[in-house]
Nanobody
Framework: QVQLEESGGGLVQTGGSLRLSCAASGRTLSNYAMGWFRQAPGKEREFVAA????????YYADSVKGRFTISRDNAERTVYLQMNSLKPEDTAVYYC?????????????????WGQGTQVTVSS
């Protein structure tokens, strides 16, 4: 199995940027499709971005398209989420997710592995 650890969260002003990292240990990262999800207080966990095993295919929620970029470095066993033009509504705990199935990780149901989450707070 794989263990995931997120980092890079913090407090930022509206319009600012953050880069989240998800470090994987255990199994080879290239075996896993990866994704980012977020959960705001009182809301369900929602899809943010996903990337295929090779990094060639990427998927984004409409709410972040054009502002967020997902990438991966399989050699470094790390997945990134570059977040630009942040808005207060982006405030949430951000979770890294991994799954052995080749399908894109775009839904929280059935995800194989989760990180512990990192808090992102965007002030207005």
């Amino acid at each position: 199995q794989v263990q995931l650890e997120e980092s890079g969260g913090g407090l930022v002003q509206t319009g600012g940027s953050l880069r989240l990292s998800c470090a994987a240990s255990g199994r080879t990262l290239s075996n896993y499709a990866m994704g980012w999800f977020r959960q705001a207080p009182g809301k369900e966990r929602e899809f943010v971005a996903a990337i295929s095993r090779t990094g060639l295919a990427k998927y984004y929620a409409d709410s972040v398209k054009g502002r967020f970029t997902i990438s991966r470095d399989n050699a470094e066993r790390t997945v990134y989420l570059q977040m630009n033009s942040l808005k207060p509504e982006d405030t949430a705990v951000y979770y890294c997710a991994a799954d052995l199935l080749p399908a894109p990780v775009v839904a929280p149901q059935g995800v194989g592995y989760w990180g512990q989450g990192t808090q992102v707070t965007v002030s207005s």
